[in-house]
């Protein structure tokens, strides 16, 4: 399993993706504070000349609250698409180079495959986005004050990052199933925004992993209905982890 | 080794292996011919674990490969048609994170062995192709299997190179490996194998060593160089002989084909001497795989 891990680690690492996420997450997480203190004031300056600074400030309503709850919705619409399309390839991508012929040959595991690519890519886009959240929130408060309890970033950030661990399981059982990078990206997106707005629409956000999204960015912790987001989300990680697991023993390796 | 029966594939609606019988024994290279798209390469996949089947039985090592776990657990070297490695990793990285008790000593043993020494420690994806196939073959080796698999080794490489992969294979039988490989290019095939099995169309056509192989189903031809062109009357003569199958000339060359390998070209010797005109040459052509692989092929 530590070699799967290692493997998985020089793949992100030599292939640029992990730069690729790091400093994209990096990019909104200094960006969002950055807009709301200074960018998007001079934008309202400019096109209302009349407008007194304290009313400009007054309408953006900027604070480390709201610079925060914005990187978090920032995370969901962006950083969704940026992290679906860097690690959209990583499994469908060897089944289709047919770059595990070898491992599997050589006596590697399918569960471990899907294991270490689930925990590895789960643990470290998980960790990116607590990471990019603690970012958003230490430069907004020097940026603005200190108004949001710290634990309840960190709350909401290991709730985005469950989030984000569900996500790369749907890259990695889509990629089972139909060995084409893209088509695996846009259907995890479809899924994602799907999940999203059927949750708002029909209120079962707790009932759906897109809750752990909802309560995290309104940074409204409701102790029972985050539980059943979170078991509801585990759940269909196991679920899909079984999927690809039971995709794999029965595909067919080495076609041309 | 390898025991097969009445294995049958389907891709669809496509009959791609039609009841094959193969059979591989502990030591021998076995060389497996057939024409592009003949069901080489999905026997081979079969055999590895990679690919399943809906009739017949294959017993690799012993182990029933429908009744697998993993394909795995065969313990057996493979190298398909067009390996493919991790480009990011060096040839070291690659050949541990194949193994199943990884050790640097072995690898680099396996490495020198191969003749990539000197590339050990770059990235796969500065490989060129002859070096990708002695990689794939250090990596069939890595963890001691008793059985090598090897699809189309030589081909796409140049004649060196091509050189180069048979000389290792014949070094892996030294090492008391069993191997089982396929290839179009049949002069290869001749050069190494003990044993024969060809396929056409998804059925096994023959299976067979080469000697006998040889013996039972390519007459001896004979090219006969006279000084003068024979005339129509001594070609006849040549024609009506009991133990001559096909007669063709060209120019002042004769080209016969005797009925039965066995016969002692005295009797055509001494019939020929008897036309008169000096002779410049009697050959006995070398009998090669390739005629009979056109033959069969057709």
Same mark, same amino acid.
């Given at each position: 399993m530590f070699k799967e891990f290692k493997k998985e680690w020089q793949f992100a690492t030599r292939s640029g993706r992990l730069f690729i996420l790091i400093m994209s997450f990096l990019f909104l997480a200094l960006m969002t504070p950055i807009m709301l203190k200074v960018l998007i004031p001079e934008i309202f300056r400019m096109q209302f000349p009349n407008l007194s600074m304290e009313d400009i400030v007054l309408m953006v309503n900027a604070s480390q609250l709201t610079a925060v709850q914005g990187f978090m919705s920032d995370l969901f619409e962006l950083g969704m698409i940026i992290v679906v399309f860097t690690l959209c390839s990583i499994m469908a991508q060897e089944i289709r180079d047919n770059t595990l012929v070898f491992p599997i040959v050589s006596g590697n595991k399918f569960v471990n495959i899907i294991a270490s690519k689930t925990v590895f890519f789960g643990l470290t886009v998980g960790l990116l986005v607590m990471g990019s959240i603690m970012i958003c929130y230490a430069y907004s408060g020097i940026l603005f004050?200190?108004?949001?309890p710290l634990q309840d970033v960190l709350y909401a950030g290991m709730l985005q990052g469950l989030y984000f661990i569900f996500i790369i399981a749907n890259l990695i059982m889509w990629g089972a199933l139909l060995k084409r990078t893209l088509p695996t990206g846009f259907i995890t997106l479809v899924i994602a925004y799907l999940m999203q707005a059927v949750g708002g629409l029909f209120d079962i956000h707790a009932y759906l992993p897109s809750g752990l999204i909802d309560f995290s960015s309104k940074l409204q912790f409701q102790t029972q209905n985050i539980m059943t987001s979170t078991l509801v989300t585990v759940i269909f990680i196991m679920i899909m982890f079984v999927i690809t697991h039971v995709s794999m023993k029965k595909m067919e390796f080495n076609i041309r | 080794m390898i025991e097969i029966k009445n294995l049958n594939k389907h891709f669809g609606q496509f009959h791609a292996l039609k009841g094959i019988n193969l059979n591989v024994k502990e030591n021998e290279i076995y060389g497996f011919i057939g024409h592009n798209g003949a069901g080489k390469s999905t026997t081979m996949n079969i055999m590895a674990g990679l690919s399943h089947f809906e009739e017949g039985m294959c017993i690799i090592n012993g182990q029933d490969v429908k009744k697998l776990a993993k394909p795995g657990d065969l313990n057996i070297g493979f190298l398909p048609e067009n390996p493919q490695f991790y !480009?990011?990793?060096?040839a070291i990285e690659y050949l541990l994170y194949c193994s199943k008790n990884p050790n640097k000593q072995k690898v680099k043993e396996i490495i020198e062995w191969a003749g990539l020494e000197q590339h050990a420690?770059?990235?796969?994806?500065?490989?060129?192709r002859g070096m990708k196939q002695r990689l794939g073959l250090a990596v069939a080796l890595i963890n001691d299997p008793k059985l090598i698999i090897l699809d189309e080794p030589s081909s796409a490489l140049d004649p060196e190179g091509r050189s180069e992969v048979l000389r290792l294979m014949v070094d892996l039988k030294n090492m008391g490996k069993t191997i089982i490989f396929s290839s179009h290019i049949l002069s290869d095939i001749e050069r190494i194998c003990d044993r024969i099995g060809m396929i056409a169309n998804g059925e096994m056509i023959f299976e067979k060593t080469l000697a006998s192989l040889l013996h039972d189903n390519v007459k001896p031809i004979f090219d006969i160089e006279f000084r003068h062109p024979l005339i129509t009357s001594q070609l006849e003569k040549l024609g009506n002989h009991k133990d001559i199958l096909k007669v063709e000339t060209k120019d002042n060359v004769i080209m016969v084909q005797l009925r039965?390998? &066995?016969? &002692? !070209?005295k009797n055509l010797l001494e019939t020929v001497l008897g036309f008169d005109v000096p002779i410049v040459g009697f050959n006995l052509r070398k009998n090669n795989l390739e005629s009979l692989f056109v033959k069969e092929g057709d």
């Open positions: 004050e200190f108004e949001v | !480009p990011w990793m060096t420690n770059r990235k796969i994806r500065g490989f060129s039965q390998n &066995d016969l &002692d !070209p």
